[in-house]
């Protein structure tokens, strides 16, 4: 959204479709190489459609200071409420 934003005020506006074209292409290669954050590949579960997949992987963390994490992260993602940058997302993995 911010990069979006400083293309509209430099009056690029134009450019954001293929912008946001290559930030979906590089989204999904690091998904399907298992490069996010677990937070991040938590919400990709669940804006893919698979809130049961999110919610069981969230269950199955030990550590409840990184399972209610992940929790919120699947409300948030149900809600539609815009998520964290990814470096926010980062960690929430089993111990």
């Given at each position: 959204?911010?990069?979006?934003?400083?293309?509209?005020?430099?009056?690029?506006?134009?450019?954001?479709?293929?912008?946001?074209?290559?930030?979906?292409?590089?989204?999904?290669?690091?998904?399907?190489?298992?490069?996010?954050?677990?937070?991040?590949?938590?919400?990709?579960?669940?804006?893919?459609?698979?809130?049961?997949?999110?919610v069981?992987?969230?269950?199955?963390i030990?550590?409840?200071?990184?399972r209610?994490?992940?929790?919120?992260?699947?409300?948030?993602?149900?809600?539609?409420?815009?998520?964290?940058?990814?470096?926010?997302?980062?960690?929430?993995?089993?111990?």
């Amino acid at each position: 959204m911010q990069v979006a934003r400083a293309y509209i005020l430099a009056g690029r506006q134009a450019e954001i479709p293929d912008l946001l074209s290559k930030i979906n292409d590089r989204f999904n290669y690091a998904v399907e190489r298992g490069l996010l954050a677990d937070g991040a590949a938590i919400r990709n579960l669940v804006n893919k459609g698979d809130v049961m997949a999110a919610v069981n992987t969230a269950l199955r963390i030990q550590s409840p200071g990184k399972r209610v994490p992940a929790l919120t992260i699947i409300a948030e993602a149900v809600a539609g409420v815009p998520g964290l940058p990814d470096e926010k997302l980062l960690g929430l993995g089993s111990e």
